[in-house]
């Protein structure tokens, strides 16, 4: 068969759209490969009761690359912001919530927390340049991976002595200790010691939280500071803006084409096979999808050594958060928060202690009693996503461990239940104005967004998942151990996140290829 | 033998080297300085010499190790060099170990790679598989690791010659190991022990067997990231060449001490017992000579601390000596109590049913923690400020094997808990919430643990003494009772530790050098923190070590 496709790309979440827009800009054809009738994958808007729709799996922007957004000009192509800067409010079980721009309960605090953010940007941004470059191997003879490694210890170096000792000090260490270093105020540690652990399968008292912190510092360097926003629309709008530029640079995309199989030929991949039997050929394929599904799936391990299968197979990729959204019939109250504060980010997470706890459960296999969550309002700053007068609620909520003991089916409502008496504490009547409720799990994140696991990162984030043993070495560098198939989901370096960094990445190693 | 080795006449004000404490890497140190001619004087608070690695006789006729328990890490080149067996030092190996089940069964353990395959084989046919490719695997962590520990960790932000010529040492060194083995080591040095061993193992027994070394004097879970390397740690040993093997010093671990002592001795060193140093004496920013508790003043243009960094700055030295951000960061230096200790004097030998008769499983390390779950959930109840409800144990009868230990027919045994907090959340009004009746409750909990696998055993008890970690700051002086004088940590190793900055044994004032298990490569009974202290010292004196 002939290829009409110089790449074809396998999955249109942000990343595979990312990653098809610079292969197409770079003048390539280019075919992108979606199963669902939407695109986006985890960055979609979508309907969750009659009316109301909400951001279903990632919920805010604070980490989508700057670089990116001007070099496939997405503001040209409809990505507009409904919200500036969104603050972040500490909800506390006395009524008395701390915004972090200000966190005043103690002057100690309020002292410290300027110098701390400060030197914490200043390490992150050291972080980025390594955020943004394709891991390099180690022991090769080739100049590009010395040089990877060079830039790599430059960035790090030029911090000075005093910062690069305390980034090399702080990065094993865990956000629990860190927090307690600086900071006196239950509220203000939880908080932050929370940030740490949004989205991964830590507590705040594992080792390597500081790492997931930093981590998520420098994406938002990257994405011009410290800053979470909402898109008009929803995330949806960053796919709507993805796949327009995409297509404006030439590429094709289909739609409810899923991908049955990775064709391969004389250890080569040549193509795709889709469910509907039809082959479609390629000079190469990249795969936003999540590893598991990949290499085990959709490659076949047929066509792996058995080494790599077993990293493959050990990658962690079970996911802990879930996702709560809430159909209202009227904007609920917070106790003791201004109502401007509303369009920010409301956290449950009231003690450092508060947060281990909730993560303690979800170790053998138990959602949390009293579970930790980042709940923002969508509909505050954007009314379009609900009926006039009405609100959507949406909320990550952790821990939630993919594998629960006796299944999600018989604890879905139950842990659904636990979650709202966790908002209600801080919001009384917010039951009342409950119209519909959805609960994602990650067993429904697996099965809506086709990420095995059901995890936003597509497997954890930790230091022996990063860099270059993301996600598995002899995978790391984009390139899978077949000619012609390469990685651009958030499984690769430098992982999840709505950032465009991995599909980005990919495209720049492909076309280095070519 | 406190007496014997006191000087008593007219004793001598000066010297080459005074060190601080004589645990067993003061003792290494003071050996190394001595051997190079230096004066070298060892001050030790307590009556007795040896920190953590003593013999005490606490109930008639039987001789406990009653803090570190065993043996395996102490350095060969340091055995070697100081001469300790002609000292008198004679470590014996384990016969045997076993882990026992909650359902009756059991893992038993030995020291012969093909013989702990099969028993591994009666409980999982892949993991009896998977053992070949763990043991060489962790095998080869250790080769890497090894000549690291006897050098002193480079500052990755210093531009000196010796520090990038150390880099480039470790670079070398781990690009020899070539690509893939490269990634293993990145990925083991920062994973938890937990998904470490789920890499190689399905049986859980077999799992929480090989988890017990990454949590045994450490404030944090099998879970938690970076205990793969605590599991290391505890590999690192070699008995006659039998790497990771572990043994019992005979005449219990005071042995080694005294070996240390002895050597020293023969070299012309002096040691005062019961002589506390109050403070570390300092004259225009270098260090002079130290002052003990009743006033009495030595001087040396070298003062070392064997004490752990906490004790050190914060209590023997004088804040306005120090940099106000190094003083911040010996408080941040995490030092953190986990860890109690049982010794038992028992009438007989206890009845452990679960266990063949006449197998070696006796002879060597036993447990009765049986899932990693189990492990972790111990380690969750420290977290709360509890000692855990179900604590891992690591107990051994070494009287069984060294017949010095007790008497004829009777049997010492030492028993190891983790976890146990420094500061108990709900407990006494004491200082750290322990007082006797919260000391016995934990041992009760101790007890009851190891009477369920042994029917007879509470009435074989003659004597036990429970130690808190309360109970070992107070006696041995080691913060928080904290057994590696600091946590093992990615925060706190190699460069990191103590203090980035100060990994290569000097502190911020002239003079005054740190030789205990707070520096690298860190604590158990291995000396090396002792004999690098020594050569750097050495070194800035332009002496050969």
Known sequence: MAARYDHIVVGAGHNGLVCAAYLAKAGKRVLILEASDRLGGASVTRDFAAGFSVSACAHLLGQFQSDIVRDLGLARHGLRFVSGPMPTAALSPDGRPVLLSAPGRSAADADAYPAFTARMHRLARSLLPILGMAPPRLGTDAWSDRRGLLRMAWSVRRLGRTDMRELLRIIGMNAYDLMEEHFESALLKGALGFDAVLGTNFGPRSPGTVLTLLYRMAAEAGAGGPRAVQPEGGMGAVADALAKAARAAGAEIRREAPVERILVKDDRAIGVVLASGEEVAAGSVVSSADPHTTFMRLLGPEHLDTGFVRRIKHFRHKGLAAKLHLALDGLPAFSGLDPSTLGGRLLIAPSLDYVEHAYNHAKYGEYSKAPALEITLPTVNDPSLAPAGKHVLSAVVQYAPYDLAGGWEAGRERFTDIVIDTIEHHAPGLRSLIQARELLTPVDIEREFRIAGGHWHHGDLAFDQFFMVRPVPGAAQYRAPVAGLYLCGAGAHPGGGVMGLAGRNAAAKMLEAA | ?545
């Not at chain 2, 509890?386 to 045994?413: N, V």
């Not at chain 2, 291995?526 to 004196?541: E, I, T």
């Open chain 2, 1 to 545: 033998m406190t007496a014997s080795l006191s000087t008593t006449a007219a004793p001598q004000r000066r010297f080459d080297a005074i060190i601080v404490g004589a645990g067993h890497n003061g003792l290494v140190a003071a050996c190394y300085l001595a051997k190079a001619g230096l004066s070298v004087l060892v001050l030790e608070r307590n009556d007795y010499i040896g920190g953590a690695a003593v013999s005490r006789q606490l109930y008639p006729e039987f001789t406990y190790s009653n803090c570190s328990y065993v043996c395996s890490l102490l350095r060969p080149e340091i055995m070697r060099e100081l001469e300790l067996p002609r000292h008198g030092l004679q470590i014996i190996p384990y016969e045997g170990g076993c882990t026992m089940m909650r359902d009756g069964g059991h893992l038993a353990l030995y020291d012969n790679h093909d013989a702990l395959r099969r028993e591994i084989g009666r409980h999982s046919k892949r993991d009896a598989e998977a053992y070949d490719r763990y043991s060489r695997d962790v095998m080869r962590q250790c080769k890497f690791i090894k000549p690291l520990l006897m050098r002193s960790p480079p500052d990755p932000t210093s531009f000196k010659p010796r520090d990038i010529m150390e880099l480039l040492y470790l670079a070398k060194r781990f690009n020899g190991m070539g690509e893939e083995r490269m990634y293993d080591t990145i990925r083991f040095w920062t994973m938890s022990a937990a998904d470490f061993l789920d890499e190689y193992f399905e049986s859980e027994i077999v799992k929480a067997h090989f988890a017990g070394s990454s949590i045994i004097g450490t404030a944090l879970g099998p879970r938690s990231p970076g205990t793969a390397y605590v599991l290391l740690h505890h590999y690192m040993g070699d008995i006659d060449d039998a790497v990771g093997a572990w043994g019992f010093a005979r005449g219990g671990m005071g042995a080694v001490t005294k070996a240390l002592a002895a050597s020293f001795q023969e070299k012309g060193g002096t040691i005062h017992t019961g002589a506390g140093v109050e403070r570390i004496l300092t004259r225009n920013g270098r260090g002079v000579g130290v002052a003990l508790t009743d006033g009495t003043e030595f001087y040396a243009r070298t003062v070392i601390s064997n004490m752990d960094v906490k004790r050190t700055f914060l209590q023997t030295m004088d804040a306005k000596d120090l940099p106000d951000e190094f003083l911040r960061q010996v408080r941040n230096f995490k030092i953190r109590g986990s860890s109690g200790k049982l010794n038992i004097a028992l009438d007989g030998l206890p009845e452990v049913p679960a266990i063949p008769k006449g197998a070696p499983c006796t002879r060597g390390d036993m447990h009765v923690t049986d899932t990693i779950e189990m492990m972790e959930r111990a380690y969750d109840d420290w977290k709360d400020g509890f000692w855990s409800r179900a604590p891992y144990i690591d107990m051994l009868i070494p009287s069984q094997i060294d017949p010095t230990m007790a008497p004829d027919g009777k049997h010492y045994m030492s028993v190891f808990v983790q976890y146990c907090p420094y500061r108990l959340a709900n407990g006494a009004p004491t200082e750290t919430g322990w007082d006797d009746t919260q000391r016995k409750a934990f041992g009760d909990t101790v007890i009851d643990t190891i009477a369920r696998h042994s029917p007879n055993f509470k009435d074989l008890i003659l004597h036990a003494e429970i130690r808190t970690p309360w109970d070992i700051e107070r006696e041995v002086g080691l913060t928080e009772g904290n057994i590696f004088q600091g946590e093992l940590t990615m925060d706190q190793l190699l460069f990191n530790r103590p203090i980035p900055g100060y990994a290569q044994y000097r502190t911020p004032v002239k003079g005054v050098y740190m030789c205990g298990s707070s520096t690298h490569p860190g604590g158990g009974v291995m000396g090396a923190p002792g004999h690098n202290a020594a050569r750097q010292v050495l070194g800035d004196l332009r002496l050969a070590a």
